[in-house]
């Protein structure tokens, strides 16, 4: 509902029909929209946190550093483009928030936790890394690519005028994003590397879903 119809949309008897409930089953739990909205978005972060806790460092060291490094933006590139409307009311909504200190705090909180587990499953390759500061650096080549898919893919619902500066899908941006991580971490690619990459990267992704369907 909420990315259906942004934030001035998500009605309580809006959010109720689309449960299938009445709007006073859901007044009787939640005293207010703003109420509900803070917990199911702070849900959608816990499960965020939840399904990444599936990728262990053990299979993030198997698969090769630039493999991972793609994949990992490919998913974030589809995922952000196939939840824009629900992200940029999120957005939207989390910006607004002034009488909710607290509750800021909280997704802030939790934000960083999924971030770090992030920059942590980057640091199993730190070996690959050549920066005199490795995990600074997968930090900010992160928020770097965070960024730049949130400002490319969420914020902006036109970007026509911009089309002859811009890569000309998701793919190549996908692509460009990946190149310019690895370059900032200034990885280099090891000889015979490339042959390889494929089937290791198969056989490591097969070990992920396996484990992530068990954990479900």
Do not use: C
Not at 65 to 90: E, K
Not at 157 to 183: G, I
Request: charged share 25%.
């Amino acid at each position: 509902v909420l990315g259906q119809h942004g934030v001035e949309g998500a009605t309580i008897p809006r959010i109720a029909r689309h449960a299938g409930l009445t709007p006073g089953s859901v007044y009787r739990r939640f005293h207010d929209k703003e109420a509900l909205l803070e917990t199911a978005i702070l849900g959608l972060l816990e499960r965020q946190d939840e399904y990444l806790r599936t990728m262990t460092p053990e299979i993030a060291r198997q698969i090769p550093l630039r493999v991972f490094a793609g994949q990992t933006i490919n998913n974030m590139v589809v995922g952000y483009r196939a939840r824009a409307p629900l992200l940029r009311a999120m957005r939207q909504f989390v910006h607004g928030r002034q009488r909710s200190p607290s509750w800021k705090k909280k997704a802030s909180r939790m934000e960083t936790r999924t971030y770090e587990r992030m920059v942590d499953l980057f640091m199993t390759h730190e070996e690959r890394i050549n920066h005199p500061d490795p995990r600074t650096a997968v930090a900010t080549a992160l928020m770097m690519v965070v960024s730049t898919v949130i400002e490319l893919v969420v914020t902006h619902t036109d970007l026509s005028a911009w089309k002859n500066l811009l890569p000309k899908d998701d793919q190549a941006l996908r692509r460009e994003l990946t190149r310019a991580f690895l370059a900032y971490l200034g990885v280099e690619e090891r000889p015979g590397e490339a042959g390889k990459m494929e089937s290791e990267h198969m056989a490591a992704m097969k070990r992920w879903r396996e484990r992530s369907s068990q954990n479900v």
